[in-house]
């Protein structure tokens, strides 16, 4: 089970970290992606990190702004998330693959989504 935490309200320019929390399983032996849905649109797919050798891979739309770690020992992924904008505001999801990329069709794993709204 996944579980993502950590949104809320924040300020343009202002920061957030999401947490995604695994239970019942290692997200060792997994990628996990970051992924987001704004009203209307499709579910985009931000960042993910391979747990096995700690590579990061991002989506253009966030690279430079958002960073995505991983805690071992606490089975935990993180995405902070940095100069936020107005067109960030959307739940965001983690999930797990056994493979690498950001394709939404890759993943079989999904948290719940945690809301994240960007507006002064």
């Known amino acids: 089970q996944l579980q993502a935490s950590g949104g809320g309200l924040a300020q343009p320019g202002g920061s957030l970290t999401l947490s995604c929390a695994a239970s019942g399983f290692n997200l060792a032996y997994y990628c996990i992606g970051w992924f987001r849905q704004a009203p209307g649109k499709e579910r985009e797919g931000l960042s993910c990190?391979?747990?096995?050798?700690?590579?990061?891979y991002y989506a253009a739309s966030v690279k430079g702004r958002f960073t995505i770690s991983a805690d071992k020992a606490k089975n935990t992924v993180y995405l902070t998330m940095n100069s936020l904008k107005p067109e960030d505001t959307a739940v965001y999801y983690c999930a797990t693959t056994p493979l690498i990329g950001l394709d939404v069709t890759l993943y079989k794993h999904w948290g719940q989504g945690t809301l994240v709204t960007v507006s002064s």
């Open positions: 990190i391979d747990i096995s050798d700690g590579n990061t």
